[in-house]
């Protein structure tokens, strides 16, 4: 049985907030050569190509497109990539074509979340990318929502059974756990916060 401690961290500031509030823009031009020279590599591929190396290009292409601002552009290539994936049972990758899907802002943006998540829930991929996939929706979801509360702890699970509880991912969903609380239920102390868990969501931080 594995134990989980669950701990309450004080924080200078919200994880989710930006470090310094300035938003980064990548180069127009940069975006574009990078464009040209992965889809140089699409056109390039033939029969002998691992299908992994084809969905890692469409899904650089796809991610550029993200940037550049062209969700229908991008929806499709990590749509290819997604089928690609699923057909060989390549969950890891499944989950990141999901998560262009995603990004891409399309209509059908959340049901592809949906299919990252219980993907990168149920099988065991890289744990960076299902706490990616997870905090999309903690930030999908209205602050006082359960929706984020239950994110959060499964993060904190999944880090603990997968990473180990001295992991840096480990206490850094740890922190995330924290601020959903804080945001949730306005905790304030470590025995709220054991409180919390266990009358809301059944752990004993014990």
């Known amino acids: 049985m594995v134990t989980m401690g669950f701990k309450y961290l004080n924080k200078g500031q919200d994880i989710f907030d930006g470090d310094d509030g300035e938003d980064v823009y990548a180069n ?4 574009q050569t990078r464009l040209k020279y992965f889809e140089a590599q699409l056109t390039g591929l033939d029969k002998s190509t691992l299908v992994e190396e084809k969905i890692k290009i469409l899904l ?3 991610r550029i497109q993200v940037e550049r601002y062209k969700g229908a552009d991008a929806w499709e290539n990590a749509f290819t990539a997604f089928n690609l994936a699923q057909k060989d049972e390549l969950w890891e990758l499944a989950v990141e074509s999901c998560d262009v899907m995603f990004l891409s802002e399309g209509p059908d943006a959340l049901v592809a979340l949906g299919h990252a998540l219980w993907l990168s829930v149920t099988f065991p ?3 960076e990318i299902t706490i990616a996939m997870l905090q999309h929706l903690i930030e999908e979801s209205p602050e006082e929502a359960d929706t984020r509360a ?5 993060a904190h699970y999944i880090t603990s059974i997968r990473c180990g509880a001295n992991d840096e991912l480990t206490f850094f969903t740890s922190q995330m756990l924290a601020s959903v609380a804080d945001k949730h239920s306005h905790i304030m102390d470590q025995s709220t916060f054991d409180l919390w868990l266990t009358e809301r969501h059944g752990y004993d931080p014990t």
Do not use: F, K
Not at 28 to 31: M, N, P, R, V
């Open 28 to 31: 127009e031009g940069q975006l």
């Open 60 to 62: 650089e292409i796809g």
């Open 125 to 127: 991929i890289d744990p």
């Open 150 to 154: 239950v994110a959060a702890t499964v």
